[in-house]
T-cell receptor, first 117, second 115 residues
């Protein structure tokens, strides 16, 4: 069955610390996509990244970086030099191919990150 | 306005009431989604519309009734709800429902409380 596990329910760090959010997935699809979303206190989910299963190169975007390891079915997210504005709930998601044309996203339960000054 | 908007932002309703949630996207997308976010549970996909046609109903009870009059608007009609239906209801849109899946853009949600 398709599944996304974010084992860390809550993480608290102090500003400028680096923090890694873990994501482990299970899928029967040979081609799939992984996503990270951020949900700040305002409520809307903000898209951060999409990665396909054939591209295992790590990606960096400013203070954000992602480590995709197919061998361990993990897609971890690291924030370098965290800031208070990074406080949010972060969701990892996996695409699921449906019987009809199209796909759905399966989300993990999310990790709540609190960054204090 | 830009992005995905949802109204109302907060709603309190009794179990016998009928209400509707509204979602509007200004991104020119063709696919729209309803998700339910309950405390301590993953986001649950409820409905999907692609080019105004419902393509997915994720075993949602009939007390939730979606409507998509055009590609920019999506409604969720509510009636005879239960207290366990209290949750954050999120609307999202994407360019379409192709494979590979495209990123979805979310609205701020409607916080629903059923008393």
């Amino acid at each position: 069955a398709q599944k996304v596990t974010q084992a860390q329910t809550e993480i608290s760090v102090v500003e400028k610390e680096d923090v890694t959010l873990d994501c482990v997935y299970e899928t029967r699809d040979t081609t799939y996509y992984l996503f990270w979303y951020k949900q700040p206190p305002s409520g809307e989910l903000v898209f951060l990244i999409r990665r396909n299963s054939f591209d295992e190169q790590n990606e960096i975007s400013g203070r954000y970086s992602w480590n995709f390891q197919k061998s361990t079915s993990s897609f971890n997210f690291t924030i370098t030099a965290s800031q208070v504005v990074d406080s949010a709930v972060y969701f990892c998601a996996l695409s699921e191919t449906l019987n009809q044309a199209g796909t759905a996203l399966i989300f993990g339960k999310g990790t709540t990150l609190s960054v204090s000054s | 306005e830009t992005g995905v908007t949802q109204t109302p932002r907060h709603l309190v309703m009794g179990m016998t009431n009928k209400k509707s949630l509204k979602c509007e996207q200004h991104l020119g997308h063709n696919a729209m989604y309803w998700y339910k976010q309950s405390a301590k549970k993953p986001l649950e996909l409820m409905f999907v519309y692609n080019f105004k046609e419902q393509t997915e109903n994720n075993s949602v009870p009939s007390r939730f009734s979606p409507e998509c009059p055009n590609s920019s608007h999506l409604f969720l009609h509510l009636h005879t709800l239960q207290p366990e239906d209290s949750a954050l209801y999120l609307c999202a849109s994407s360019q379409d429902r192709t494979t590979p899946p495209l990123e979805q853009y979310f609205g701020p949600g409607t916080r629903l409380t059923v008393t």
